[in-house]
């Protein structure tokens, strides 16, 4: 029998989700300058690439967020 696994609080899911941003932003970023598109004029950024740093900031700062949260809870005793 299995046994029962407590539930994930916010902060966790949400430093989960965050790292999944990352690594969706890191994949993005790699193919957009590997790949590039072939449409976009000279001196400006792929879209890929751009997305890919858009994802990257938001995860980081999702993960910031959790991180406090998780860290503040320990610092209380509450986790």
Same mark, same amino acid.
């Given at each position: 029998?299995?046994?029962p696994r ?8 949400? &430093?989960? /989700?965050? %790292? !999944?941003?990352?690594v !969706?932003g @890191? @994949? *993005?970023? =790699?193919? +957009? &300058? #590997? @790949?590039?598109?072939p449409?976009?004029p000279? +001196?400006? %950024? *792929?879209?890929?690439? =751009? &997305? +890919? #740093? $858009?994802? #990257?900031f938001?995860?980081a @700062?999702? +993960?910031?967020i959790? $991180?406090l949260v !998780?860290? /503040?809870k320990k610092?209380?005793g &509450?986790l």
């Open positions: 029998m299995a046994t407590q539930p994930m609080t916010v902060a966790r899911r949400l &430093l989960r /989700n965050s %790292m !999944i941003l990352l !969706i @890191v @994949v *993005a970023t =790699l193919h +957009g &300058l #590997i @790949v590039s598109s449409d976009t000279a +001196g400006e %950024m *792929a879209p890929q690439l =751009l &997305l +890919g #740093i $858009w994802f #990257i938001m995860g @700062v999702m +993960g910031l959790s $991180w !998780i860290r /503040n610092k209380k &509450l």
